[in-house]
């Protein structure tokens, strides 16, 4: 069965840069996008990105250009997420998602000194 | 970016009710609509794709129609497992966005 399990919990200082894991089991992982998505507080989903594994295209929300960088390593099926420059505004819960069904469990990321 | 207006913000209900929540997109869409559930502490879980698929393993009290900007997703006989919030997710366009979510209670 697809699974996509993330890394763990984050707090990192301003300024810092961050990288979320998520490791794909359970089908072909160069043959389908991952897609990054952000939650912060109070609810409101906001997508990043995808990232094609097979090739290593990428396509970026305009609002996260700069701030989030996607990449994959098809030896280990497993795609990252960079996040940089963070800002009390990056704390949230980011996930990777195997469009439009498959979630992974979400990484928090608080940015705090 | 499309605008995704989602009403109402919250809901309360009662076990056995109809329920229906509603998505306007700021321009046509088509039917590529999506509609989630996500309970506290858990990532979104898909319930309908483009606009009335009903995902595999979704009970069948959850159904969605809607074309063009206006969406309706309906729970036709309420259950307790279904408190949670629930969005919709536009994918026609780039970048895809979310509705605010409608947060359900039972009364």
């Known amino acids: 069965q697809v699974q996509l399990q993330q890394s763990g919990t984050e707090l990192v200082k301003p300024a810092s840069s961050v990288k979320i894991s998520c490791k794909a089991s359970?089908?072909?992982?160069?043959?389908?996008?991952m897609h990054w998505i952000r939650q912060q507080p109070g609810n409101g989903l906001e997508w990043i990105g995808w990232?094609?594994?097979?090739?290593?295209?990428?396509k970026y929300n305009q609002k996260f250009d700069g701030k989030a960088t996607l990449t994959a390593d098809k030896s280990s099926s497993t795609a990252y997420m960079q996040l940089s420059s963070l800002t009390s505004e990056d704390s949230a819960v980011y996930f990777c998602?195997?469009?439009?069904?498959?979630w992974g469990q979400g990484t928090l990321v608080t940015v705090s000194s | 970016d499309i605008q995704m207006t989602q009403s109402p913000s919250f809901l309360s209900a009662s076990v056995g009710d109809r329920v229906t929540i509603n998505c306007k997109a700021s321009?046509?869409?088509?039917?590529?609509l999506n509609w989630y559930q996500q309970k506290l502490g858990e990532a979104p879980k898909l319930l309908i794709y483009?606009?009335?698929s009903l995902q595999t393993g979704i009970p069948s009290r959850f159904s969605g129609s809607g074309s063009g900007t206006d969406f309706t997703l309906t729970i036709s006989s309420l259950q307790p497992e279904d408190v949670a919030t629930y969005f919709c997710?536009?994918?026609?366009?780039?970048?895809?966005?979310f509705g605010a979510g409608t947060k359900l209670e039972l009364k």
């Open positions: 998602a195997r469009w439009p069904a498959y």
């Open positions: 359970g089908y072909t992982f160069t043959s389908n996008y």
């Open positions: 990232i094609y594994p097979g090739n290593g295209n990428t």
């Open positions: 321009q046509n869409i088509n039917r590529y």
């Open positions: 483009n606009a009335n």
């Open positions: 997710l536009q994918h026609n366009s780039w970048p895809y966005t």
